[in-house]
């Protein structure tokens, strides 16, 4: 049976304001004072009972080592000894210069003697007996109690040094953790599921996105779409050029606003608006790119003689299901070191190319709007009468329309 801490406190105190002070006072005649001086001292055993038995820290050749020797840098110590936690606890190991280390609830009897240093870690540490060196706590209080005596300085990092009684020869020390206690690393199986959703889910966003041009913006999406199939380096041009005069373009806009009285108001819904156009011509873009792979890989599937039916909506399935195999392929190889961040690599550029490539198609066609760069205008050869005359206009040597009869 486990006695509560708080219980037994309340038993001694409540016998303290109970009985008058005469009959406390310590003499060889007054039982009832050596009964409950008795009792005081008992109290921290019998709260041992309710708290975790310590275990004591094992040392070994590849652990850290602590030296607690001097404790005017406390937040070197406390890296330390946190970089040396394990989990479980018990995997914990560390060695101490000139002491020894124990986890958990620390108790030195009354009739002990601990020669050199001692290191508690996550845990409280009760001083009935006499520590011939400091103490050294982390995430615990350290108490000295009535006849307890501390040869050395006293430092709880994450606690509280209490005197109730006792004696130290040294310097005492009560601080906050700076440092947080370390995690322990998550599992390869869960790095992995944290990956796969956070691509799902980026996916799932796309897709929906996607979706969405195409029942709202079809004609617009399209027309980006083609001009990324027929001028490819003049897109990927024109995106990287975006890029770089994306800033400049913003801070000359706002400046240019500022210098007039009616511009100043209409700051805030410039850089709004700003903002805004950037992102659909990015995001729109990528979507666009994605609208052309699905295109091109549907209709190669179709000259095989694949039973495929061409619509938008799949060509923007395929084409972002084509550009996440990258990033499919580093959630389930990224924990390899080398390779893992090989593919993050050609993942994140390979993404950026063809992000810079719909952003260079989306400025071109003015968003949808100009079919200039999109291959859908016919040359001027083309326009004349004898070309016109052919059908189809495009694949098929265009004839001449023939002589008319002089009859």
Known sequence: MRVGRGALRALLFLL?????????????????????????????????????????????????????????DPARLERDLRAALRSPISRTRLNVVGGRARI???????????????VVLNGDTEVH????????????????????????????????????GGDVTGTMQSLEAVVSPAEPAPSLWRVVAQRGAGLAGIF???????????????????????????????SFTAGLLGQILLVPTFGMLVVGLVLTVAGALLVPFAVVIYLLLAVVAILGGLLAVAHAMGETITRRRMARGLVVSPNAYRYVLTGLTALAVSWIAWVAVGWVPVAGGIIFVSAALATWFLGTVGFGAAILSRGGVRE?????????EMMTDEFLWATPQFGVPAVTRPAKDPQ
């Open 16 to 72: 303290v304001a109970v009985l008058p002070s005469p009959l406390l006072a310590s003499s060889p005649d007054n039982p009832v004072a050596t009964v409950a001086h008795r009792m005081r001292d008992l109290l921290p055993l019998l709260e041992g009972l309710s708290a975790p038995a310590p275990q004591a820290v094992q040392a070994d050749a590849q652990a850290p080592t602590v030296n607690p020797a001097r404790l005017d």
């Open 129 to 164: 007996g006499r520590i011939e060196g400091n103490i050294l706590s982390l995430d615990g209080n350290v108490t000295v109690h009535r006849g307890g005596i501390v040869i050395g300085d006293v430092l709880a990092i994450g606690g509280r040094v209490r005197m109730i």
């Open 372 to 380: 200039h760069f999109a291959g859908r205008i016919l040359p001027p």
């Open 204 to 234: 799932v966003t796309l897709l929906v996105l996607g979706f969405g041009m195409v029942t709202f913006g079809r004609p617009n999406l399209e027309i980006v779409s083609d001009t990324v199939s027929h001028s490819f380096g003049r």
């Open 104 to 118: 958990g609830h620390t108790s030195i009897g009354s009739d002990e003697i601990v020669a050199g240093h001692l």
